[in-house]
T-cell receptor, first 119, second 106 residues
Framework: QVQLQESGPGLVTPSETLSLTCSVS????????WAWIRQPPGKGLEWIGY???????IYNPSLMSRVDMSMDTSKNQFSLKLTSVTAADTATYFC?????????????WGQGTLITVSS | DIQMTQSPSTLSASVGDRVTITCRAS??????VAWYQQKAGKAPKLLIY???NLERGVPSRFSGSGSGTEFTLTINNLQPEDFATYYC?????????FGGGTKVQI
């Protein structure tokens, strides 16, 4: 059974960098797309980006200048860094995996972690 | 970017009803659309992929249809556990987008 678990700081100061990690258990990381998706309180879902099994990435154009994703297959983890955060980045952040090797839709999700941007 | 316009934003229904939710893409995405259900405080759950394929374990009262720019999610015989928010997502492009969501309420 594939399981994903986000971990992060909970609170981030404006203008600082948000760093999140998704730990994966129950399957290899090498054969799927892996994504970050966020949801501001009371609002809809926003795709942040995904990372290919090769380690190459595709980001949401609206966030591209501030986003960096990476993968460490030896640790079964992938990570998100979002720079220069503002209150608008306050959201629940989910990591997710496609259900099949070529899927860019998301069959497995972490429980989500709420990140608040505030001084 | 491909925009996904979902309607209605809120839908009032009763147990046993048939409900239909629509997503319109700003350009053709072929059949590359997925639908999700999200309950309060939980991660979304995949219901439908490639417009009409039911994810394993999802009840058959859920169905999807459409291609090109018009897609629908239909729930037959609405059950109490189906009251939730539903989202469409296109993956016909490198850049993915979600619809704004439809809250199905009593």
């Amino acid at each position: 059974q594939v399981q994903l678990q986000e971990s992060g700081p909970g609170l981030v100061t404006p203008s600082e960098t948000l760093s999140l990690t998704c730990s994966v258990s129950g399957d290899s990381m090498r054969s799927y797309y892996w994504a970050w998706i966020r949801q501001p309180p009371g609002k809809g879902l926003e795709w942040i980006g995904y990372i290919y099994p090769t380690g190459s990435t595709i980001y949401n154009p609206s966030l591209m200048s501030r986003v960096d994703m990476s993968m460490d297959t030896s640790k079964n983890q992938f990570s998100l860094k979002l720079t220069s955060v503002t209150a608008a980045d306050t959201a629940t952040y989910f990591c997710a995996r496609g259900p099949t090797m070529v899927a860019k839709f998301w069959g497995y999700w972490g429980q989500g972690t709420l990140i608040t941007v505030s001084s | 970017d491909i925009q996904m316009t979902q309607s209605p934003s809120t839908l009032s229904a009763s147990v046993g009803d048939r409900v239909t939710i629509t997503c319109r893409a700003s350009q053709s995405v072929s059949s590359w659309v997925a639908w999700y259900q999200q309950k309060a405080g939980k991660a979304p759950k995949l219901l439908i992929y490639k417009a009409s394929n039911l994810e394993r374990g999802v009840p058959s009262r859920f169905s999807g249809s459409g291609s090109g720019t018009e897609f629908t999610l239909t729930i037959n015989n609405l059950q109490p556990e189906d009251f939730a928010t539903y989202y469409c997502q296109q993956y016909g492009d490198f850049f993915l987008t979600f619809g704004g969501g439809t809250k199905v309420q009593i």
